[in-house]
């Protein structure tokens, strides 16, 4: 392999996947790390693994493709004061090894499904992350009983131009032929089976997203790598949405408006949802 091909991959890796060890500290965070919070499931034909935090109401934390539990660094001590936090490593994902060849939002979604099935809980809070808030979306479209509010930041529910800023669409494609130049070890054709997704999916319908049931907040920021147009597209067919562009943000909303995406959700979580027609909307 040459130092050339390398520095592709690692430069293509840090555009798209930065939020998985960004900040530095997240590397030295416990947050997934932590035998004491830390279990395993068997869900649907792997060992999924959880760590909870906190007790009250579930809250599901669902995090991006590349991820792994401690991307929720800034969330999880927040909520836990108030709320039983499950935070998750998605299937081919930090410690939940898939050993399988296919991968697909679909099959994440009933991942979580199952999850809560086997942890006893009938239906949960979910904040999902990126492809996490792709998983939130459609855990909340097929198990709709299972979601009661819905928070998702940075989600998408196409692919290509529709969805993505035209300097950034040719980043899967650059990154899955150098994945494909590299030794096929193990852990190549997991990140190649991982980032797959991103070329391939999502195909959600704006008919699927008119029949969300829950309350569900659609976060964005203004310089995201998904269009703030897109964001508004989601909002506007989810028949009880709100929705949050923070102005000067990138991707990272959770991390780089820490205090203000807490309290923001928070506030989301233990408020009704309120219908704003007529001379109302002055107000």
Not at 49 to 60: A, F, Q, S, T, V
Not at 146 to 167: C, E, Q, Y
Request: hydrophobic share 40%; proline share 5%.
């Amino acid at each position: 392999m040459t130092k050339k091909l390398l520095l592709s991959i690692y430069a293509i890796m840090l555009v798209f996947s930065a939020y998985s060890q960004y900040p530095p500290v997240f590397k030295n965070s416990i947050y997934g790390h932590n035998p004491k919070a830390g279990h395993y499931a068997n869900v649907r034909g792997f060992k999924m693994y959880y760590e909870i935090y906190g007790k009250g109401e579930p809250l599901l934390l669902i995090h991006g493709n590349g991820g792994s539990i401690n991307n929720f660094s800034g969330q999880i001590p927040y909520f836990a004061k108030n709320y039983q936090v499950i935070a998750v490593d998605s299937r081919a994902h930090g410690r939940s090894v898939d050993k399988g060849d296919s991968l697909s939002y679909e099959m994440m979604a009933e991942d979580f499904s199952g999850l809560l099935d086997e942890l006893h809980i009938k239906s949960c809070n979910v904040i999902g992350w990126s492809d996490g808030g792709n998983n939130g979306l459609l855990l909340a479209i097929h198990h709709p009983d299972k979601v009661k509010k819905l928070v998702v930041t940075g989600a998408n529910i196409w692919i290509g131009s529709r969805a993505f800023p035209p300097d950034l669409l040719e980043v899967p494609d650059t990154l899955l032929d150098s994945l494909s130049k590299l030794p096929q070890t193990a852990d190549v054709k997991n990140a190649a089976k991982v980032w797959k997704l991103v070329y391939q999916e999502p195909n959600i319908s704006l008919t699927q997203l008119n029949s969300i049931k829950c309350q569900t907040l659609v976060i964005g920021g203004d310089h995201d790598i998904i269009l703030p147009t897109h964001a508004m597209l989601i909002a506007d067919n989810i028949p009880k949405s709100n929705l949050w562009i923070l102005p000067n943000s990138g991707h990272s909303t959770l991390i780089n408006y820490k205090d203000i995406f807490n309290k923001t959700v928070d506030d989301f979580f233990r408020k009704p949802y309120r219908i704003i027609k007529g001379m109302d909307r002055i107000n």
